[in-house]
């Protein structure tokens, strides 16, 4: 009965792990898919980009995990709110001073600004319909 135990918890960790595996290369792949009408920030252009109508900026690394969950759902947003909102991504490892002047301290983070103002923030994973609705809170 005892090693009946151990091979089936060795055969749930497996499935675990490949489970998981399949998962990583999920979020991978949706990783490297971005939205057309989503506009990649730099220390350059953050401050221009922000400064009239309403912008959702997702501040994010490609080394978080929880990030790149976020980013099918940032490129959902980008392309529904086209015309209402620019909806902005910016890497903070190759942008620190924007993140820096943003007091950005957990990724990923979205700020949601309104003519240069920052009004709303969101830390962490968020739905797509909790970051709609704080963008619509904005946008009205």
Partial sequence: MESFIWILVLVIIIALVFYMRNLTRKINKADQEQSENLIILT???FQKTIEKGVTLVDFWAPW?????????????IADELKGKAKVCKINVDEH????????????P??????????????????????IMKTVHSVLD
């Fill in 96 to 107: 620190k001073k924007s993140a820096t002047q943003m007091k950005i301290k957990n990724i």
């Fill in 64 to 76: 978080c995990t929880p990030c790149k969950i976020q980013n099918p759902v940032i490129n959902q």
């Fill in 109 to 130: 983070n979205i700020i949601i600004f309104k003519n240069g103002k920052a009004e709303m923030q969101l830390i962490g994973v968020k739905p797509k319909h909790t």
């Fill in 43 to 45: 220390d350059e252009n």
